[in-house]
């Protein structure tokens, strides 16, 4: 007979409990916790936890499937029955119950958070976590710790396993921040709790828990390069073949497509993917789908994403507008190549989302024509930008003027402001 429901499984709809549990295992749990766990008809998690947690187990433990579904198929198949699930620490932070909140309703579930590992490093440290970059490389690109590289300040990164921290060392000193200063802080709240520093530059630990969190004191070398926070970053900064929208040029650009949080770009003609990366650069919140019909500019825009701190980026290689059928919906586009081709321009505005956000660039006399044709149709705003940079004239300096783009910015229902 599956166990009692305790009284908070008996209230309402509440037929789920998520349980954060810590290294120090059921010693470090309320006793609502303690009861949810021990009322359970199923208790799910990963082994660790379900073996932290088994002198509270009655009910039937089940490890989380492998490999991980996100779709909590197993929990959602139990729903109305009695069923806990476990988590390291706080469920909502980089955790589990973020999974579990997407497929079941508030009204469904209930919550014992335990503190996060980012909470327990801090206290160990003494960092204000307020002010602080917290990052979860669990299962994602070390690289995506680039964009957070500035001098003198301190990041918290989560890791994958025992690897991490040398990954990490390895990424620092390999962009200029050699000498920043690493602090390993491994099973943290549990017996075997163990804190090591070490200088990026001549990282050694070994024998590294799998369950790591690295504190980073950011120090440049003199040729670091950190990544500003205002849009255009230099040429110098992307791989590319020439073929790509310039700084000052992608500056404005971006100012015209207004990044907003959790925006998800077109970039059309993507080539080394400048414009693209740049976006996602703005929040971490923001994707960028980036269609390149020439393979090598393709894998280039890869590298150059990866490079910069954005692996996410999508990358589609395809001819639009064929490649654009089957692609999300987007809240901006970007158009820098191919805008005069058959069907390209016509196909963007349609897919756009309501109240989204065109701008397409011309230098060609070609795609500059159907952009007038453009404003002249559908409105919008046109503006004409010249650029001239100082070069040398033999011995001297002048100036040398760059191509003139032609931009039109156009609002989907609402005239552009």
Known sequence: MPPEMSPEHATGNRWLSIVGIGEDGVAGLGDNAK???????????????????????????????????PTMADVVALRGKPVCALASGDPFFFGVGVNLSRVVSRDEYVTYPAPSSFSLAASRLGWALQDIEAVSLHGRPTSLIRPLLHPARRILALTSDGRGPAELARLLAGTGFSTSHLTVLEALGGE???????QAFQFALSDVSDLNVVAIEVKADAEA????????????????????????????????????????????????????????????????IAIEADPVRADRARKNANSLGVPGLQLVEGTAPTALADLEAPDAIFIGGGGSDD????????????????????????????????????????????LSRAEPVGSMQGWRPAMPVTQWTWHKDRMVR
């Open 343 to 386: 069907g390209v321009l016509e196909t963007a505005m349609d897919r756009l989302k309501p109240r989204g956000r065109l701008v397409a660039n011309a230098v060609t006399l070609e795609t500059e024509k159907v952009l007038l044709e453009a404003r002249a149709q559908f409105g919008g705003r046109l503006v004409r930008l010249q």
């Open 35 to 69: 009861q949810a766990i021990a009322s359970a008809a199923f208790v799910f998690g990963g082994k660790r936890h379900l073996a932290l947690a088994e002198a509270l187990i009655s009910g039937e433990a089940r490890p989380w499937s492998v490999p991980f579904d």
């Open 225 to 288: 390069q950190p990544l500003p926070l205002a849009s255009g970053l230099e040429d110098d900064f992307f791989e590319h073949d020439g073929q790509m929208t310039k700084r000052e040029i992608r500056a404005l650009t971006l100012s015209a497509l207004a990044p907003r949080r959790g925006g998800l770009l077109w970039d059309i003609g993507a080539g080394s993917g400048s414009i693209g990366i740049e976006w996602m650069l703005r929040h971490p919140s923001m994707r960028t």
């Open 192 to 198: 075997n709790e163990r804190i090591r520093s070490a």
